[in-house]
C-alpha cells in the first residue's frame, strides 16, 4: 500500500488522484463552516472519509468524530493522516447490512472521491444507527448519491438527538431512486428546515 500513497503538502494522499485532492484543497473551510451552525461539538458522523481532509480538521472541533470510508486505498490515508478521537470504520453506509461493491464514477481520470455503491460485493455496508451513539451533534455525508439510504438508516440517530445534518445535493442520487428533491422531503418529516448551504454542502437544522 505504501508504494500508493505519497506526503503531499503534510497530507497522505493517493498517488493516482489530482482531482479530488484539489477540490478538496479549496474546501478545506467546510468543516468549520459546516461546525459554526452546531451548538454542542462532542460527536459529529461523517462520510465518505476520503483520505481524511475533512476528518482531521473535524477531530480539532469534536470530542471523538464517527468516519466512513470503504476505498482502501483512501482508508489507509485517512488512517496515517487522523488521530486517536477518531473511530474509523472502512465500510459504506445504508439503510441495510450486508455487503457491497463500488464502481469509479470516473475511468479514465481517477479522483478517490469518485465511487458509488453498485451492486453485491465484498465491502460491509452499515446504518449509523448501528452505532448505538449516546449523542450525536452532527451527521455530514457527502457519499455520491447515498445520502437518502443513509438517512433512513439513522432515523433513530437523528429522532433521538437531532443532531445538524449536512448533506452534499447535486443530483447523484438520482440512480439510487433519491433525487435531491427526495431528500428534501425526508428531512422535512424528520422535522428538519434547510438553514444554508456552504460549498455545495447543504446544512438542515431541526425545527424545536
Given at each position: 500500500?505504501?508504494?500508493?500513497?505519497?506526503?503531499?503538502?503534510?497530507?497522505w494522499?493517493?498517488i493516482?488522484?489530482?482531482?479530488?485532492?484539489?477540490?478538496?484543497?479549496?474546501?478545506?473551510?467546510?468543516p468549520?463552516?459546516?461546525?459554526?451552525y452546531?451548538?454542542?461539538?462532542?460527536?459529529?458522523?461523517?462520510?465518505?472519509?476520503?483520505?481524511?481532509?475533512?476528518?482531521?480538521?473535524?477531530?480539532d472541533?469534536?470530542?471523538?468524530?464517527?468516519?466512513?470510508?470503504?476505498?482502501?486505498?483512501?482508508?489507509?490515508c485517512?488512517?496515517?493522516?487522523?488521530?486517536?478521537?477518531?473511530i474509523?470504520?472502512?465500510?459504506?453506509?445504508?439503510?441495510?447490512?450486508g455487503?457491497?461493491?463500488?464502481?469509479?464514477i470516473r475511468?479514465k481520470?481517477?479522483?478517490i472521491?469518485?465511487?458509488?455503491?453498485?451492486?453485491?460485493?465484498?465491502i460491509?455496508?452499515?446504518?449509523?444507527?448501528?452505532?448505538?451513539?449516546?449523542?450525536?451533534?452532527?451527521?455530514?455525508?457527502?457519499?455520491?448519491?447515498?445520502?437518502?439510504h443513509?438517512l433512513?438508516?439513522?432515523?433513530?440517530t437523528?429522532?433521538?438527538?437531532?443532531?445538524i445534518i449536512?448533506?452534499?445535493?447535486?443530483e447523484?442520487g438520482?440512480?439510487?431512486g433519491w433525487?435531491?428533491?427526495k431528500?428534501?422531503?425526508?428531512?422535512?418529516?424528520y422535522?428538519y428546515?434547510?438553514?444554508?448551504?456552504v460549498?455545495?454542502?447543504f446544512?438542515?437544522?431541526?425545527?424545536?
Amino acid at each position: 500500500m505504501e508504494n500508493q500513497i505519497e506526503f503531499r503538502e503534510g497530507w497522505w494522499w493517493p498517488i493516482c488522484d489530482h482531482s479530488c485532492w484539489k477540490y478538496l484543497t479549496k474546501r478545506k473551510q467546510v468543516p468549520a463552516d459546516v461546525s459554526a451552525y452546531v451548538v454542542n461539538k462532542k460527536v459529529v458522523v461523517q462520510a465518505g472519509g476520503n483520505a481524511g481532509m475533512y476528518v482531521k480538521f473535524y477531530q480539532d472541533i469534536f470530542e471523538t468524530v464517527y468516519t466512513f470510508e470503504p476505498d482502501p486505498i483512501n482508508f489507509y490515508c485517512l488512517v496515517k493522516n487522523t488521530g486517536n478521537n477518531v473511530i474509523k470504520f472502512q465500510s459504506c453506509i445504508g439503510n441495510t447490512r450486508g455487503t457491497v461493491e463500488l464502481s469509479p464514477i470516473r475511468v479514465k481520470k481517477p479522483n478517490i472521491g469518485g465511487f458509488f455503491v453498485n451492486g453485491h460485493g465484498k465491502i460491509p455496508i452499515l446504518k449509523i444507527d448501528d452505532l448505538g451513539l449516546d449523542c450525536c451533534d452532527l451527521i455530514h455525508l457527502d457519499i455520491e448519491g447515498f445520502e437518502g439510504h443513509a438517512l433512513l438508516g439513522a432515523e433513530e440517530t437523528i429522532k433521538k438527538f437531532h443532531p445538524i445534518i449536512a448533506v452534499e445535493l447535486v443530483e447523484h442520487g438520482e440512480k439510487f431512486g433519491w433525487p435531491d428533491s427526495k431528500i428534501r422531503e425526508l428531512l422535512l418529516s424528520y422535522g428538519y428546515q434547510e438553514e444554508a448551504e456552504v460549498w455545495g454542502d447543504f446544512v438542515f437544522k431541526f425545527k424545536e
